[in-house]
Nanobody, 129 residues
Framework: QVQLVESGGGSVQAGGSLRLSCAAS????????MGWFRQAPGKEREGVAY????????YYADSVKGRFTISRDNGQNTLYLQMNSLKPEDTARYYC??????????????????????WGQGTQVTVSS
C-alpha cells in the first residue's frame, strides 16, 4: 500500500536550516505530484510547497517563498524540503502528501489538503528565537 514517511525534523534556532525528507513506497512515485503541508498547534493545516511530476514546476506559500525549496529525486522515490532562514513561526508538524488522483494538475489548488489523498505521519519542526 501507499506509504509516505517523513524525516529530518528537529529543533533549531531562528536563522537555522533543516532538510526534510519524505520516502515514498507502494506506488510509482515519479508519476505523481507532491506537496508539503504544515500544521501548527491550534491552526489549520496549510500548504507550504508543491512540485510537479518532473520537478520543473514548483509553488510556494508566500510565507516561505525565498526561504524554502521543494525538490524530488524520482530515482530514489524521495521528496525533499530544504528550509533555510527558519523563523519561530515556522514551528509546526510538517507532512508530505501525494496527489494520486490528478487533482493538482497544472498546479490547481495545490495548497488545498483536499487535493491530496495520501499522507505521511509528519515530522516536528521547532524553531526557537
Amino acid at each position: 500500500q501507499v506509504q509516505l514517511v517523513e524525516s529530518g525534523g528537529g529543533s533549531v534556532q531562528a536563522g537555522g536550516s533543516l532538510r526534510l525528507s519524505c520516502a515514498a513506497s507502494g506506488y510509482t512515485f515519479g508519476s505523481y505530484r507532491m506537496g508539503w503541508f504544515r500544521q501548527a498547534p491550534g491552526k489549520e493545516r496549510e500548504g507550504v510547497a508543491y512540485i510537479s511530476i518532473g520537478g520543473v514546476t514548483t509553488y510556494y506559500a508566500d510565507s516561505v517563498k525565498g526561504r524554502f525549496t521543494i525538490s524530488r529525486d524520482n530515482g530514489q522515490n524521495t521528496l525533499y524540503l530544504q528550509m533555510n532562514s527558519l523563523k519561530p513561526e515556522d514551528t509546526a508538524r510538517y507532512y508530505c502528501a501525494a496527489d494520486l488522483a490528478g487533482r493538482t494538475r497544472y498546479g490547481g489548488r495545490w495548497y488545498d489538503e483536499g487535493s491530496y489523498n495520501a499522507w505521511g505521519q509528519g515530522t516536528q519542526v521547532t524553531v526557537s528565537s
